[in-house]
Nanobody, 114 residues
Framework: QVHMVESGGGSAQAGGSLRLSCAPS????????YAWYHQAPGAEREMVAA???????RYADSVKDRFIISRVNVQSSVDLLMTTLKPEDTGRYFC????????WGQGTLVTVSS
């Protein structure tokens, strides 16, 4: 069954950077936006960044000017460059189609220490 696969998490100090990547386990054709979601410990999953087919991007206020979502082409992964990391960025990050998700992957864990 096709599902999302995320990678690139790890540990970082506050102020540092990490790059996350995701892609479907099989090539899919979609007109939906791709989005990255953050699930902090004990909290709901929240969208932090979205990339629309037009190239337009949207960010949650909490990550605006610090995170960048990008994709080179429709056959490449969807990346999330996380800069100026804060301890509150800690949590599991997931990627999926926005509005019409396919089966979720396991996400990738990010830990930011102060």
């Amino acid at each position: 069954q096709v599902h999302m696969v995320e990678s690139g998490g790890g540990s970082a100090q506050a102020g540092g950077s990490l790059r996350l990547s995701c892609a479907p386990s099989e090539i899919i054709s979609t007109r939906n936006a791709y989005a990255w979601y953050h699930q902090a410990p004990g909290a709901e999953r929240e969208m932090v960044a979205a990339l629309y087919p037009s190239g337009v991007t949207r960010y949650a206020d909490s990550v605006k000017d610090r995170f960048i979502i990008s994709r080179v082409n429709v056959q490449s992964s969807v990346d999330l460059l996380m800069t100026t990391l804060k301890p509150e960025d800690t949590g599991r990050y997931f990627c999926n189609l926005h509005g019409s998700p396919i089966p979720w992957g396991q996400g990738t864990l990010v830990t930011v220490s102060s």
